[in-house]
């Protein structure tokens, strides 16, 4: 796996592979691998031409600094992971490189009603700063396809807004959210937490799975109420429990036929915010019913 830290060598190289011929998958983290990420290297690689990775903490995507100091780095075991899952490059800036002008960053996206809502309400400027990175890495790497999570559903739709906005033709690609045996999300954060935090953390992936099994039958006060209770017996302390139309994330309080929704929650465990989130197909069945 070759390794670049300055832009201008990764694209010398990028260039050379693309006068031969082949496409670019790119997958941006920020770091702390764990299986979920290496599923997007694994679909890129599925997909053929050159996988590019990236690692870089953002600074402009947090909002509570300590969130930012505190956000793990393991850069070795990063780059093992990343050769043995056969990524070819990694691309590992530092903040010169991608913001050479310094911080803050000044540019603004237009991302109207989903910066206001979910994570857009409860952690203000923060897809500011994703939409700043993620233009940045995109301009550096120049990948005819991007490979996004699911779990970060908001994220996935910032980003699809964003290269609307810039005009980019590169083409999306969602990967399914990676989970633990016992449901919950692999999270680069969850190495944050304790033992005894990890088990009480599944408590996310049981109301989403509540939410997703009494959907049909139940008002929206109802869902939240007893989703909150899940939560509360696992030590979690929610910023949201929402179920919203999942092409455009408008909430809803009741769910008509017409409508694919998703959950989505995020909560707080001891002083660690995760995030979670489930798509409830339109012709699901709940268990038992
Ligand atoms: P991050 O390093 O948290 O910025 O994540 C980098 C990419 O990996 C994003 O597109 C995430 O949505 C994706 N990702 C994070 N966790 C998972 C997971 N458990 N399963 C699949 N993809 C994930």
Redesign the pocket.
């Known amino acids: 796996m070759f390794i670049f830290k300055e832009s201008c060598d990764l694209q010398k190289y990028l260039k050379t592979q693309a006068k031969q011929g082949f496409s670019i998958g790119f997958?941006?983290?920020?770091?702390?691998?764990?299986?979920?990420?290496i599923?997007?290297i694994k679909a890129a690689k599925r997909d053929g031409g050159i996988t590019v990775a990236s690692?870089f903490v953002n600074p402009t995507q947090f909002n509570d600094p300590d969130d930012f100091k505190l956000y793990p780095r393991t850069i070795e075991k990063d780059i093992y992971m990343l050769e043995k899952a056969g990524c070819d490059v990694l691309y590992l800036p530092d903040v010169k490189d991608l913001y050479p002008d310094g911080l803050p960053a000044n540019e603004q996206y237009d991302l109207g009603y989903l910066e206001t809502v979910l994570d857009g309400k409860y952690r203000p400027g923060h897809f500011q700063g994703v939409c700043q990175v993620v233009n940045r890495l995109m301009n550096a790497v120049k990948p005819g396809k991007l490979?996004?999570?699911?779990?970060?559903y908001q994220?996935?739709m910032v980003i699809k807004k964003l290269l609307s906005i810039t005009g980019s033709k590169a083409e999306i690609v969602i990967?399914?959210?990676?989970?633990e045996q016992d449901g919950l999300?692999?999270?680069?954060?969850n190495m944050r937490l304790t033992k005894e935090q990890l088990i009480n953390a599944t408590g996310i992936y049981k109301a989403l799975i509540y939410l997703k099994n009494n959907i049909r039958n139940n008002t929206g006060a109802v869902l939240k109420k007893n989703a909150g209770d899940i939560l509360a017996d696992h030590n979690l302390v929610p910023d949201y429990i929402e179920i919203a139309d999942a092409d455009t994330l408008e909430l809803l309080n009741t769910v008509q036929n017409e409508n694919q929704v998703v959950a989505l929650i995020a909560a707080y465990m001891g002083e660690v915010r995760l995030i979670d989130n489930m798509i409830i197909p339109l012709n699901f069945v709940p268990y038992g019913n």
């Open positions: 997958v941006p983290t920020m770091g702390a691998l764990h299986e979920g990420h599923s997007l690692i490979y996004l999570g699911q779990k970060d994220q996935c990967c399914p959210t990676l989970r999300a692999m999270s680069s954060r």
